[in-house]
């Protein structure tokens, strides 16, 4: 779905910022803690600060009982708690990366590298889990991989604009304005800038505002949706987002020109 | 950093921690464009604003990907003008602008094949592997790619084709006939940033090479068996470390072995492109290399030696920079950096240098960020840099220049600012005083690098085992392999207290690592290095040199009595009478063994006191600050002051001699004060004055 040309024009770095806030979260940045074994040997049992884990397991049996255990004992100070065999995270990374191709896109290979992150339980453990929604650059989109290209199919059309927006009060503070090829494919991101568009207003006037933009440049928009910016955390993580529409009536301003 | 003495200073080329053009020390101040992805018609107007912004030079990434037709045929603009490379180069010339050229071969620019065709990627044979024996895959936006081996002869025959069509038109513009001063040897060599130690090169013909350097370093098959701890009844029966199993000193020369190796293959495959570069028409200039930001903003505060190995990097190419990038929160971040850029290189030189931000770096800064690291950077002694980028352009962000020639007049002015400060300060005409480096220990840093318990590729968008590719406490192995305790771990621990120690002493001083030789160690008074049971002999040896020629040297917490190999090896303890604490005489110079980091303080502080009292104090122990005096006249004085704290912080500058003048070096203000400077300082800022001394 990621053409793999993609470009990234004329993005405005706050909006950027903004977006990426709403949007991505680190696994490498949450606190957690961290067990490594050797086949059952404890080798590695400290949190993510680098704290040591007080009377850490020197061995392991059962790794996911073990897991569960320890985030039952140590919720409030960690995301997490992983456990990983080494040979385990060595075969998974071996193994995803025998599995590219030169025509693989990023999305599909990046959807391969989590996907197999669930296929040992035993060797690579997270509680709470599964692994792959908690490891790595977590996309807080609510929908995965396969139900996103699913809603594009059925929403997008070729050669047609993606408008999103998040708005506080009286202005636009996170924008992704997405054009989709004839294929379907991303072949171009931006975003509002100030220099492009005035960012301040109501919610329905600035969306109008940037659907001009796109228009102004030749493009044409298949869909647009504003969201009110306390909002839009919760729009986005929601698998139904047409319930989350509904129940906020006042708060979601779709468009579909 | 070997001095030249001045009348032998070359028209063009390196010495003195300078870049000499015309026999003169140049403003290497330059930023880059990418000529390919803006409308030639802009090409004018966006080099006046660069000149217009005080910059002097032109760095220019030429992409391999974009010029290739097919195999062997290349477009140079006949067939789209914004490739015509000449033309460019020809316009640079025109606005009386320096050149510094990047032709690759693998020059990344966020392209989508990190400036290789597509048909060198997807070459079987030409790509690296892990230690489980699959491919290496760099995941990047917006396509994943394979890491390439650079083991593979085929690899250079490929590259050799790019060079023999770009060569010749960049030896029409190398100096003296054209403004091409310099040349950038592939760009950031870090295994396509699989930094892991298990990460990667074990195709074939690495192995093969791995074997061959062992050869040479051993002498016999019956050699490298008897450091391995083995029997090897011929060499293809020596295959590298796979995982780290060691549990006794004697298991550890097999791992350090391929340590070294890492670093010699990107040594050598350098060593082979700049070759390659010289022979087609590029030898009068300097060729130069760029090693990555340790892992960009929010990295490893580290991190700079194995595999990369800035000092033997130099010998065979002219210099060697690290690229910065940062936040302002991370000061100690750059700091070392760029410590370690100033304290080890010939000439200390940003080859990409924070100017917006690359678009998947996650929360990335702002201007804020650029001004305090572009200071923080400069006052450890960077002489010269290319801000990476100066327009922006597809997959690069909030640059002072957008991609149609308009200007965001914020970033123009500051970043223009210090170009201007820079003037005033004659900075090329200033030397860093630091009497004292830090040493890292390379022999420890490759232990560390192979006791990673596990391993993985690089990844710019987050490797899924939430790892630094760098080894830290969460990777590395923690039993003590038989050493009185885990040198893997306390090397870092004593590394960072010898850091706080010294920046609590005041003291200056700058950070290289143990290839550092003899000539280099000898341009400072003080050496201080940690120390653990075993080091190699030719270190040892330096260090016994250093000191009986009349440096300082500091060490601790053990004198060791092995070397690398983990034989018997005592020239240290033996040099020191066997002494294993306290303070000894060894020829004209002094040793000083510290056991405990508690005891730093004191030995630092009576060893620094030989050294007499400094120009210019700064009163505010929160606050962090540098001296450069000029090399003509040591009356004239440059200091940075930097508050790297989130809070307001006030100095006193005091002088060991009357203040006959002082200029604030960013505003260009003239500041009346004789007597003691004061100044405020806002939380994350640094302020530079050039002090005239009676």
């Known amino acids: ?257 | 950093m070997g001095t030249v003495p001045l009348e032998k200073t070359p028209q063009l080329g390196v010495a003195n921690q300078r870049f000499w053009i015309e026999g003169e020390p140049g403003a290497l101040y330059g930023g880059a464009v990418h000529y390919w992805r803006l409308d030639p018609e802009k090409w004018s107007e966006i080099l006046d604003t660069v000149v217009a912004m005080g910059y002097r030079m032109i760095s220019i990434y030429i992409p391999w990907e974009v010029h290739e037709l097919e195999r062997g045929r290349f477009d140079f603009g006949e067939v789209n003008p914004a490739n015509d490379i000449d033309a460019f180069l020809s316009l640079c010339e025109e606005k009386g602008l320096r050149i510094v050229v990047r032709p690759g071969p693998q020059i990344n620019s966020e392209l989508t094949g990190f400036g290789y065709p597509q048909r060198i990627l997807a070459d079987e044979s030409l790509h690296a592997r892990n230690a489980r024996g699959t491919r290496v895959v760099l995941t990047q936006a917006p396509r994943p790619i394979p890491a390439l081996s650079y083991a593979a002869d085929k690899f250079f025959e490929e590259t050799a084709l790019w060079y023999d069509a770009i060569c010749p038109i960049l030896a029409r513009h190398a100096y003296p006939k054209g403004g091409l001063v310099a040349c950038q040897v592939d760009n950031e060599m870090a295994y396509f940033f699989g930094l892991n130690y298990y990460s990667s090169d074990y195709s074939e013909t690495s192995i093969e090479k791995y074997r061959a350097f062992l050869a040479e370093k051993y002498g016999s098959l019956a050699e490298i068996s008897k450091a391995h701890r083995t029997r090897y009844d011929a060499l293809e029966d020596v295959d590298p470390p796979r995982k780290f199993c060691a549990r006794q000193p004697g298991d550890l020369p097999v791992y350090l072995d391929w340590a070294e190796y890492r670093e010699s293959y990107l040594v050598d495959s350098i060593a082979r492109l700049a070759d390659m570069l010289r022979e087609r028409g590029l030898a009068s200039i300097p060729l130069f290399h760029n090693y990555p930001h340790p892992l960009g903003p929010g990295g490893a505060s580290s991190n700079f030696t194995t595999p990369f190995n800035l000092i033997a990097l130099e010998r065979v190419v002219d210099f060697v920079g690290f690229d910065v990038y940062s936040r302002k929160e991370l000061f100690q971040h750059v700091k070392t950096v760029t410590s370690y850029v100033s304290g080890s290189s010939r000439y200390p030189y940003i080859p990409e240098f924070i100017a917006g931000v690359w678009a998947w770096y996650l929360n990335p800064g702002d201007l804020r960020d650029e001004e305090f690291v572009t200071k923080a950077a400069l006052m450890h002694g960077i002489k010269g840099f290319s801000r990476y980028m100066l327009v922006e352009r597809d997959r690069w962000l909030d640059s002072p220049i957008r991609r149609d020639g308009t200007v965001r007049e914020d970033k123009a002015h500051v970043f223009g600012q210090a170009n201007r400060m820079l003037d005033r300060l004659d900075w090329q005409h200033m030397d860093l005083l630091a009497p004292v480096v830090l040493l890292a220990n390379r022999d420890y840093d490759r232990l560390e690098a192979a006791s990673v318990l596990v391993s993985f590729p690089g990844d710019f968008l987050e490797t899924p085992c939430t790892f630094s590719e760098y080894p830290n406490i969460l990777t590395v192995d923690e039993s003590d392999i038989g050493f009185q305790q885990p040198v893997q771990l306390a090397k870092r621990d004593w590394f960072g207290a010898w850091y706080e120690n010294l920046e609590q002493s005041r003291a200056g001083f700058v950070i290289s690592d143990t290839e550092a030789d003899l000539e280099q160690l000898a341009q400072r008074r003080i050496v201080v290095l940690t120390t653990f049971e075993f080091l190699s002999a030719q270190t040892q040896q330096t260090l016994v040199d250093y000191v009986r020629q009349g440096g300082t040297l500091i060490l601790g917490p053990t004198i060791p009595t092995l070397g690398a190999d983990m034989e018997p090896c005592t020239i240290l303890s033996d040099a020191l009478g066997g002494n294993s604490a306290g303070s000894a005489r060894l020829g004209e110079g002094s040793v000083h063994v510290v056991v405990s980091p508690g005891d730093m303080a004191a030995v630092l502080g009576q060893v620094l006191a030989d050294l007499g009292e400094t120009p210019v104090t700064v009163d505010n122990p929160l606050l962090r600050s540098t001296i450069h005096l000029n090399s003509t006249n040591p009356k004239d004085v440059v200091v940075f002051i930097a508050n790297p704290t989130d809070e307001p912080q006030t100095a006193t500058v005091t002088a060991e001699s009357p203040i006959v003048a002082c200029q604030d070096a960013w505003s260009g203000e003239q500041l009346s004060s004789t007597g003691p400077l004061m100044c405020e300082l806002p939380p994350y800022t640094v302020h530079a004055f050039r002090i005239a001394l009676d």
């Open chain 1, 1 to 257: 779905m990621l053409h793999a040309n993609a470009q990234m024009l004329d993005i405005d770095v706050d909006q950027w910022r903004a977006a990426q806030d709403l949007i991505l979260h680190s696994g490498k940045a949450a606190p957690r803690l961290v067990i490594i074994h050797d086949h059952g040997r404890v080798q590695k049992a400290r949190f993510s600060d680098g704290e040591p884990l007080p009377n850490a397991p020197t061995s392991i049996t059962d790794p996911r009982r073990t897991a569960a255990e320890l985030f039952a004992e140590f919720s409030g100070r960690v995301e997490f708690v992983m456990v990983m065999e080494r040979d385990a995270v060595d075969d998974y990374f071996a193994r995803v990366q025998g599995a590219w191709t030169i025509d693989t896109d990023l999305d599909d290979f990046v959807t391969i590298m989590f996907a197999a992150l669930d296929d040992d339980p035993e060797g690579i453990v997270v509680h709470p889990g599964p692994a792959s929604g908690q490891l790595g650059l977590q996309w807080r989109l609510g929908w995965g991989h396969e139900e996103i290209v699913t809603k594009v199919t059925s929403t997008i059309s070729p050669d047609s604009w993606l408008v999103l927006g998040s708005h506080d009060v009286d202005r636009l503070v996170a924008s992704l304005l997405i054009h989709f090829d004839e294929d379907l494919e991303v072949d171009l991101f931006t975003t509002a800038a100030p220099e492009r568009i005035d960012l301040i207003g109501g919610r329905e006037e600035v969306l109008e505002r940037l659907i001009d933009l796109v228009r102004q440049q030749g493009g044409r928009v298949g869909f647009a949706l504003s969201v009110e910016h306390q909002l839009a955390p919760e729009l986005l993580a929601a698998t139904d987002k047409a319930r989350v529409i509904a129940a906020h009536p006042g708060e979601v301003t779709v468009r579909t020109p």
